[in-house]
């Protein structure tokens, strides 16, 4: 049985805002070894659209920075499943549009024997914390306050316990990524 990972960058106010973190290197390395030991991502289609957009170009005519240009192959490389009620097809390398409701989705993928299975996608991190599916969190907290923006709860009305087990820091950056899982 594959455990579900939440896996997502946020501010120190609770943003989600993929300009708001400091991706630098250390960063960046520390996603490259998590895709690599993922069985698969799934994404929303904002995000899905967003990573789309950029990291194939990478992998197609590499930056010169090692990090990222390793994360582009790694991202490529993960089997990525998209969540969407508008997408009709995909056409990133890796990729299927998930074809049953989220549950019933998802409660198959951790039936499967194989690698764990990351979730990066705000709505998708609200949705399946409502239905409780979540084995672990793993919330990278950047030290930048942004003040507005996309929360990553903000669909949670009911309080949810969850119990710290270890945590990581990035010296360059600042950041801290709090591994966390539920109580239950």
């Not at 896996?7 to 120190?12: E, K």
């Not at 993929?18 to 994404?43: C, F, M, N, R």
């Amino acid at each position: 049985m594959r455990k579900l990972i939440a896996a997502i960058n946020t501010t120190i106010d609770g943003f989600c805002d993929h300009t708001a973190g400091v991706p630098d290197a250390e960063i960046h390395q520390h996603y490259t070894e998590l895709l690599k030991s993922a069985g698969a991502i799934l994404y929303g289609r904002i995000t899905y659209q967003l990573m789309e957009n950029y990291w194939p170009g990478v992998v197609k005519n590499p930056t010169g920075n090692k990090a990222m240009d390793d994360f582009a192959v790694a991202i490529q490389d993960v089997p990525k499943i998209v969540f969407s009620r508008t997408l009709k097809h995909v056409e990133w390398e890796n990729t299927r549009l998930a074809t049953r409701d989220l549950r019933e989705e998802v409660l198959e993928l951790k039936q499967q024997t194989g690698k764990d299975v990351f979730v990066g996608s705000p709505g998708l991190i609200g949705a399946l914390t409502k239905l409780n599916l979540f084995d672990e969190y793993q919330l990278c907290v950047h030290p930048v306050i942004v003040g507005t923006g996309l929360p990553l709860f903000k669909d949670i009305r009911e309080r949810i316990v969850l119990k710290g087990v270890k945590s990581k820091a990035f010296k360059s950056s600042g950041a801290t990524i709090l591994y966390y899982e539920p109580t239950k």
